[in-house]
């Protein structure tokens, strides 16, 4: 039996141990360990990747989304339209800036926000829209974009699965007014411990992002409003720096492991693959397929040492947490089909392609075939 594990980030840090290893030890005997050099180093370097203006390191990529939020201005009363298909994170940062969020459905095919779903979805309170490029695909920014600027709204990109990923060969996160990232430990770009950007072509809504995430000071002693602690560390600057030099042939690496899935289960007829829109360049972050024997299988796979998860198996409109809101299962029928059908196998770097035969192998054989 072989083992498959979900993600591996073990054999990314054994490879980059060394050079990892001699910046936390320079950092250790500097005691530098809050913003300083490595910080503002790591948000240039990023900003410059990301082809935008300017970035702040923060917290965690909850704390992006907040203070991006704030940034923007949202307050009490404003409603921002999102997809019930994310991680939590993007309808808590709203909620914690003093927003509401409302609904619409996800295309069928990209899983990203629909477009075509916004109009119907507007109020006089909606301020905003905050697209997810889910799983490193891109939403469909034209049209989004689009929308906005007929009504007078921001986008604000929650790009937290999304570093390197393209709309129309442009980065994801730089293409909004704003655009929130994730380096949470098993993201395409990942930190050792918890760490965020916010990028933007604005630079005052980034001065904005700076002030907020260190207690409301623009400099030290003088609080222009009470703020936050959300300041980005030292240590997971130094580590982002480092294996963001390695993030473009990361991601290749996945649109290959990612190929080479399409190529052994294309002719499997039970399963949906993940498709990629002619406008995007995909990082996936995620490799989702859907398939009505979705628990089965996931079982299948794991008595076979094949590691796999779900995102997200529960919407957000059906969320406890949500459950007073008078959201309705059926509501939004794509994104449910989502949570009842997607599968994700493992994706990662490391992935071999010995691997990859071996998970294709187990799927095709699960349903009765033999693929060669
Ligand atoms: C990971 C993630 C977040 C939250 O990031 P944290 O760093 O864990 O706070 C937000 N939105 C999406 C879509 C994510 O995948």
Sequence with gaps: MMDVPFVDLKTQHARLLPEISQRLQAILSAAQFVGGSEVSGFEEEFAAFCSARACAGVASGTEALTLALLALGLSSGDEVITVPNTFIATTEAISRAGGTFRFVDCHPETFTLDPGQIERALTDRVVGIVPIHLYGHPADMDPIVDVSQRHGLWVLEDAAQAHGAAYKGRRCGSIGMMGCFSFYPGKNLGACGEAGAVV???????????????????????????????????????????????????????????????????????????????????VYHLYVIRTDERDRLRDRLSAKGIGSGLHYPIPLHLQPAYGDRGFHRGEFPEVERLAAQGLSLPMHPELTEPQIDYVAEAIGAFFGHRLS
């Design 200 to 282: 933007s072509n604005e630079t005052e809504l980034v001065e904005k992002v700076r002030v907020l995430r260190d207690h409301g000071q623009a400099e030290k002693h003088v609080h222009l409003a009470e703020g936050y602690n959300g300041r980005l560390d030292a240590m997971q600057a130094a580590i982002l720096r480092i294996k963001l030099r390695h993030l473009e042939e990361w991601n290749e690496r996945r649109r290959w492991a990612a190929a080479a899935y399409r190529d052994r289960l294309g002719s499997v007829p039970e399963i949906s693959l993940p498709v990629e829109a002619p406008y995007a360049r995909a």
